[in-house]
């Protein structure tokens, strides 16, 4: 987003809706009209041969669903297996994606005006995948942006 349309947005006061869910110990927020459903996941078959952050796939009302373990993802330690993990369904160019996460959280409508840019010294495994943050009174919300989670053959060719 330009700071021109942030200011038009400001100016209106435009907001939006987010998701927000826990991956590690850092809340993450995802625009809510890219997502499709919260689910457990379960029944998931492992890919053999697959990149790391791919967790296997299932089979969701008739659609394949692909999982991207989004820990890995962020290359953070392995979750604790105590139940099914959670995931945050998605669509991107016609494919089924369940971002697996630890902990889904509240919906939030916080003020377009308020998005900044990713700090300098954001995690630069978190600024890898996040459009932008906003703070809030108890931390710092990183937005996470679908193209660049699943723009994971980029990073392949640049490591």
Request: charged share 25%.
């Amino acid at each position: 987003m330009s700071e021109t349309d942030r200011e038009e947005n400001h100016d209106q006061g435009a907001s939006c809706d987010y998701i927000t869910v826990t991956i590690g110990s850092q809340l993450f927020g995802m625009p809510i009209e890219g997502v499709h459903d919260v689910f457990r996941l379960t029944g998931m078959t492992p890919v053999p041969m697959s990149r790391k952050e791919i967790a296997g796939v299932l089979n969701m009302r008739g659609r394949i669903v692909t999982a991207i373990d989004m820990r890995r993802r962020l290359d953070l330690g392995n979750r604790e297996v105590s139940e099914a993990p959670m995931a945050v369904g998605i669509e991107h160019g016609g494919e089924s994606y369940g971002l697996v996460i630890d902990e889904v959280g509240d919906v939030l409508r916080l003020p377009l005006a308020n998005i900044e840019p990713n700090p300098v010294n954001l995690d630069p495994r978190w600024a890898r995948v996040s459009s932008g943050v906003q703070r809030l009174e108890n931390g710092l919300l990183v937005i996470l942006d679908v193209d660049r989670i699943l723009d994971m053959d980029h990073e392949a060719v640049a490591a």
